[in-house]
């Protein structure tokens, strides 16, 4: 039973879709990283830590990047005309304009909401404040290029 899961690992690891989906995430996620950093945006180890393996929004979008090797790399594998490819840009479809458009907008809203209380508590109409966290979700630039690396990666994985 040891020996037929460490098989399966083994298996998992070498297998281009996984290596494709999970290179790209690192890919975007460092980029991003290397980006605030130059940028002077990081302030403590922590942060960066956080910002390495944890932290979303930014350039490049990491769930696009990840979406689209998917798709790529499964196309390359099982062919464009499989099921799995079919669902995997569906899901890619559903990913990206949640990444440009549900999120960005209630990251939006909620940058508003906590503007607007820090004015009522300035003002005294409200006593206690406590900040809502603010989710910021994707420039459509930053989904584009997390599309672009994506594609790239995964043709990478599949022909190489």
Do not use: Y
Request: hydrophobic residues 50%; charged residues 15%.
């Amino acid at each position: 039973m040891l020996g037929q899961a460490k098989f399966q690992m083994q298996t998992l690891v070498s297998n281009p879709v996984f290596l494709s989906l999970v290179f790209s995430w690192f890919s975007a996620q460092f980029i991003k990283t290397l980006i605030k950093l130059l940028s002077g945006k990081v302030h403590s180890l922590k942060e960066l830590i956080e910002l390495m393996f944890w932290k979303t929004g930014g350039m490049p979008s990491s769930h696009t990047a990840l979406v689209m090797s998917l798709c790529v790399s499964i196309g390359f594998r099982n062919g464009v005309t499989s099921d799995i490819f079919i669902l995997s840009v569906a899901f890619a479809i559903v990913v990206v304009r949640d990444a440009v458009g549900v999120r960005r907008s209630s990251g939006l809203q909620t940058k508003a909401l906590n503007e607007l209380s820090l004015q009522l508590k300035s003002k005294g109409i409200i006593d206690d404040f406590v900040p809502l966290k603010e989710i910021h979700g994707h420039k459509p630039a930053e989904v584009i290029m997390g599309c672009f690396l994506g594609v790239f990666i995964g043709i990478a994985f599949s022909v190489l």
